[in-house]
């Protein structure tokens, strides 16, 4: 019974962690939700070859799993800098705004190289 248990556990713990996990349609809803504009790595690139950028990760889990991880970590331990930064160099948004879409915000912001991934 107690494996049993254990068992169920790791299984609906593994589908939440899933389940919160984006993916490179979540990226470009959210970067076209805050009227993005990158500033540094991508700011060479057009609307149209970022959205494509978009679509050529998709299918690359690998590099999505480790977006994921990066982002939450730093979205973890640097919030409240990062939104500062955020607001530093792209168009400003609300704190709120800002929660509810960390993990990607700040994915975009490792993308565009204005922030550093945890070492």
Known sequence: MKRICLLI????????SAQQ???SS?????????????????KVLTYDQILRFFNSVESDREFIAQLNIN????????KI???DIYNYYYK?????????YCRELNALMLLDGVISQLK
């Open 9 to 16: 556990f790791l299984v609906i713990s593994i589908q939440m």
């Open 21 to 23: 996990d984006f993916n």
């Open 26 to 42: 979540d990226l470009r809803q959210v970067y076209q939700l805050v009227e993005m504009k990158f500033v540094n790595r991508l």
């Open 71 to 78: 982002s939450r970590g730093v979205c973890d331990y640097y």
């Open 81 to 83: 800098d990062n939104y």
């Open 92 to 100: 400003t948004i609300s704190r709120a705004t800002y929660n509810k």
